[in-house]
């Protein structure tokens, strides 16, 4: 089991998400280097090295590198992630070629090992500011080249995987929106009998819709698995009481990950003094979706590596602040509805 998960793209972003825990919500911590060790009998297996996930950490203040020993328990709830993932990387082809069947097909090794990245690197961002386990610290979205936890996650990767993350999530509104908060509530009689119409939540209340679908991709990959297993496309109430019974607090706020890729690649294009997002290349997930790697190999190893804004051009101080904003109220689509 070991071995498996060891071949696993996503490995080291599976040890972070499992061993994370409230005293990282700071960025001098949060994401460090550490050594995870898996020990069986009279057997030790090394499955990170400090660094194995980011590399160096030039700017961190000295601190004691966290060592943590796993069981054969643990190493069988990360396979029980890993079957998560695996879930995702099935549902893909069906997601993206949601409206052109016909152009469906498998997915090829290298573009499994992206959505198995982007998936893990979603659910890495969800545990530590979507979900309880750690307090959101302000009200505010990120702003440009602050020091900020939510950036921090992004920061960590190249511009080549936060533009996949970016189709990713593109993807899971999409799903979120179709599949989860849309119910049928509307019958169409035709002459061979009748069908059923989807009719999205909060469908002609103004934005309602999409502050619910933001509301909802807060959920991680499993969550959101769960829900779409046992309550996609059904009656409204009973998904709504479902989650509500779960996560008491869950219309408190929307997702945030969306504002922060948005960051991290405004910030990437200001550092490399790219005039125009036209000028940017787009990694996509599917292979025809990306631009020639070989034209365009600064994007694919340029992370900042500790989380945090390297040494900056001279110019960028003179550019206009980045001005903060609220994050927007959740809506998890009941009808007592508080529209702000």
Known sequence: MTTV???????NILLYIYTAHKDESHTDLMLCPRIINYHYENITINL???????QDFPNRRTFKEPMYTLMTQDIEQIWNMAKVIDWWVEKYPGLHWRDNSDDRRCLRGSEVARVRKAVAR???????HHGRVFTRFTIYHPSMWTTDTRLHHIRLMPTSEVSELWHLWRLVRETVSKDLCSSPEKVCHCKQG???????WGANEGHRHAKIVK???KLDPEQLRYYLRYYANWKKSVAINSLSGIEPYFARDCETLSISITKVLEERKIFTDVHSWADMPHFGILDEDRPNDLNN???LNDAWPDGRVPPIPAHIPTLPFDPPSIIARGDDGAETFLPF
């Open 194 to 200: 009748y069908s059923v119409e989807l009719v999205p």
């Open 297 to 299: 190999s600064q994007w």
């Open 48 to 54: 990170m090295e400090l660094g194995g996930a980011s």
């Open 215 to 217: 509301t909802y991709m």
């Open 5 to 11: 998960l060891q071949r696993l793209p996503e490995i």
């Open 122 to 128: 979603w659910w890495l961002y969800a545990k530590h």
